[in-house]
């Protein structure tokens, strides 16, 4: 709660910012921000400025390459935050890859176990058995009677 709060003034400083310019600009809150899901107390707010039809063209395209500069320029006078901030949005892209490639693994696994259940569990082939996909080895047969 106490994270939403702040969200919700950084939004609503940018908006006023983005009014002195655009008397009808609207600013959003999205990305982990917005949903709730994001990583602790040091992670960013993504905003989206929203400008109605009218205002954009190319004299909004100018005013938006300004705050462009303005936004770099405080980057420059903060550098520990722009780079903790490229720190973290690299951060994020990785975990988004590592999820990316456990959920490619975990259907690998799932149509591998349906296979294996569609064909009664037997192996015919020694690479096609469990073990060689990163499984269990097979039992060993029970002793004769």
Same mark, same amino acid.
Do not use: Y
């Given at each position: 709660?106490?994270? #939403? &709060?702040?969200?919700?003034?950084?939004?609503? !400083?940018?908006? %006023?910012?983005?009014?002195? !310019?655009?008397?009808? /600009?609207?600013?959003?809150?999205?990305?982990?921000?917005?949903? &709730?899901?994001?990583?602790? *107390?040091?992670?960013?707010?993504?905003?989206?400025?929203?400008?109605?039809?009218?205002?954009?063209?190319? !004299?909004?395209?100018?005013?938006?390459?300004?705050?462009?500069?303005?936004?770099?320029?405080?980057?420059?006078?903060?550098?520990?935050?722009?780079?903790?901030?490229?720190?973290?949005?690299?951060?994020? %892209?990785?975990?988004?890859?590592?999820?990316? #490639?456990?959920? *490619?693994?975990?259907?690998?696994?799932?149509?591998?176990?349906?296979?294996?259940?569609?064909?009664?569990?037997?192996?015919?082939?020694?690479?096609?058995?469990?073990? /060689?996909?990163?499984?269990?080895?097979?039992?060993?047969?029970?002793?004769?009677?």
């Amino acid at each position: 709660a106490e994270l #939403d &709060g702040r969200d919700e003034l950084v939004r609503q !400083r940018m908006e %006023r910012a983005m009014k002195m !310019r655009w008397r009808n /600009a609207r600013v959003a809150i999205f990305g982990s921000a917005g949903t &709730g899901l994001r990583v602790g *107390a040091g992670s960013d707010v993504d905003l989206c400025v929203i400008l109605p039809d009218e205002q954009r063209g190319e !004299r909004a395209r100018a005013r938006l390459a300004a705050a462009d500069a303005e936004l770099a320029a405080a980057a420059m006078a903060h550098p520990e935050a722009a780079r903790q901030s490229s720190l973290l949005a690299t951060a994020e %892209r990785e975990e988004r890859m590592v999820a990316s #490639d456990l959920k *490619a693994q975990k259907e690998k696994a799932a149509r591998l176990a349906k296979r294996l259940a569609k064909e009664g569990g037997g192996h015919d082939n020694e690479a096609d058995s469990p073990a /060689a996909h990163g499984g269990p080895p097979p039992a060993p047969a029970p002793p004769p009677p």
